[in-house]
């Protein structure tokens, strides 16, 4: 099991895409191995027809499997009969493991699919930070956010997010009031330029952090490792609600 369980607590860079699940999961293997993450050889296969919302639904019907390197890329791609794969571990520099995974899923929406790794100096509070926690907290911050950036260029992703022991929504919990979105959040630019509700609940929500214009969309940011202008995100808890709010309904209308 500690082949597909990374250190806690987890930093996780979460999608929610508009495409198939299984083409997500597979984009987003092919970039960890690009940033030089090196396949284990782990990998959780559930049959192609399971349904599921969370992944112990798939309890007796998924396997963990130790593959060698051919068998694991024709399964992460989504070309082995055998099933699909809902969870695979990568070692990043170090040795530290990294694993992509589909999250839970909920009101018959799609899972958002995920990259999670140890949180290792992110899950300090930055004022209990010494120097060595400081710099390595800076390099996990530059690869996630760099990680997210390309997942949403090639995977076609409406919404993503960047968090600490955090699992991202799906449309429906967020339209609902259910779920509240983190601090790190990207929205698609085909959400936000066509829609004036989501765009000033984004403002708001952010309000006092750093948006930054990505080629595809906004990449609002409130934590300071995140973000070049060191910006900390003062939470209004109720703006933030709303921004989530605006976002699942902008994804629940296209």
């Known amino acids: ?146 990680l997210l950036r390309k997942a949403t260029a090639e995977c076609g992703v409406w919404y993503g997010a960047i968090g600490v022991e955090y699992s991202l929504a799906t449309p429906s919990e967020l339209a609902a009031g259910a779920a509240v979105l983190t601090s790190e959040v990207f929205a698609s630019r085909k959400l936000v330029d066509h829609n004036d509700d989501l765009r000033k609940a984004l403002l708001d929500g952010f309000r006092g952090g750093v948006i930054s214009e990505w080629p595809n969309g906004w990449f609002c940011s409130g934590w300071a490792p995140f973000n070049a202008g060191n910006g900390m995100l003062s939470v209004d808890k109720a703006a933030t609600k709303r921004a989530g709010v605006a976002l699942g309904r902008a994804v629940l209308n296209r």
């Open 1 to 146: 099991m500690a082949a597909l369980y990374p250190e806690p607590p987890h930093l996780t860079v979460a999608v929610y895409s508009e495409g198939a699940e299984h083409e997500c999961f597979a984009t987003l293997c092919r970039l960890v191995a690009a940033m030089g993450c090196v396949p284990n050889g782990a990998v959780e296969v559930a049959p192609w027809d399971a349904e599921f919302e969370l992944r112990s639904d798939l309890a007796g019907r998924s396997a963990i499997l130790d593959v060698k390197p051919d068998r694991f890329a024709r399964i992460v791609a989504g070309e082995d009969e055998g099933g699909r794969a809902v969870r695979a571990g990568y070692r990043r520099k170090r040795g530290t493991l990294v694993i992509v995974e589909y999250l839970a899923a909920s009101g018959g929406d799609r899972h958002p699919i995920a990259v999670s790794a140890s949180a290792d100096g992110l899950g300090i509070p930055i004022d209990l930070w010494r120097k060595s926690e400081r710099a390595s907290a800076a390099r996990l911050a530059d690869w996630a956010t760099n």
